[in-house]
């Protein structure tokens, strides 16, 4: 008797990209021009935005950084890399705290922002993205990202290149703002980082484009994925011990561990 077989099943589906938040088409019309768009916003406007920044945070920015990083366990002689360094604020801190026996690699793919990163003192800067980092599996102890993750493509494929550069046992932190629960603290976030800020961005040098880029910054916190979605998805690139620390209920710090 012929023996029969059950068929088997399709294969499963990769899944598609996990995105930070829906299209913004008040901005862009498709994935190609956001990032064109974005990127064009962060060259002509690098020269301001420490300014802009400083005034968001009221002066705070450093400090937390400082401290985001020493929670982290950062120290002498740590490898670190810093993933859309920006103006190279995060980046600088870290080098200070790995001292002269660590090394700090800045990767950010606005070469305006390169530009203004380069005085302040990473070891290495690269132009690059995220989802495709250009190192070799396992070349760092810790991966930092400061108030950029909303920026990426593909958070999926971003946590997994995070996961891949990190050796067994390395760090992730990750900085964000969040859209507060509480209504009325969002209603103070909303006038602020919606109203006043870009406001105040618009004066000075390529003041339009400054003005639209926090527009759009406020936008992007207003509709980025609840942090239960980031943090699932950290644990489903691989990471362990993954946790988020608030403050002041709108700063989220992620950790996961590789």
Do not use: K, N
């Not at 299209?23 to 020269?47: K, N, Q």
């Not at 400090?63 to 020493?70: E, F, G, N, V």
């Amino acid at each position: 008797m012929p023996e029969t077989r059950e068929p088997e099943p399709p294969p499963a589906a990769a899944p598609g990209p996990l995105r930070p938040h829906p299209p913004l088409e008040r901005y862009y019309a498709d994935e190609a021009e956001r990032r064109r768009r974005v990127g064009a916003w962060f060259d002509a406007t690098a020269p301001s935005y420490d300014r802009i920044t400083q005034l968001m945070s009221f002066g705070s920015g450093h400090w937390y950084r400082r401290r985001a990083l020493r929670r982290a366990g950062l120290g002498p002689g740590a490898r670190v890399l810093d993933v859309a360094c920006g103006t190279g604020v995060l980046a600088a801190h870290a080098r200070r705290l790995v001292g002269s026996s660590g090394r700090v690699v800045a990767l950010d793919p606005s070469l305006g922002m390169l530009l203004r990163a380069r005085a302040r003192g990473a070891d290495r800067l690269t132009r690059g993205t995220a989802e495709a980092l250009p190192f070799a599996d396992a070349s760092f102890e810790l991966v930092t990202m400061g108030y950029a993750l909303r920026h990426v493509a593909d958070l999926r494929a971003t946590f997994a290149e995070y996961r891949r550069v990190l050796e067994p046992g390395g760090r992730l932190l990750v900085l964000e703002i969040t859209r507060p629960a509480s209504r009325a603290v969002h209603r103070v976030l909303a006038f602020h980082l919606g109203r006043v800020v870009p406001a105040l961005a618009r004066i000075g040098r390529r003041g339009a484009e400054a003005r639209e880029l926090f527009e759009y910054y406020w936008e992007t916190i207003e509709h980025c994925v609840a942090p239960e979605r980031i943090l699932a998805a950290l644990e489903e690139a691989g990471f362990s011990t993954v946790e988020r620390e608030v403050d002041l209920a709108v700063f989220s710090s992620y950790r996961g561990v590789a």
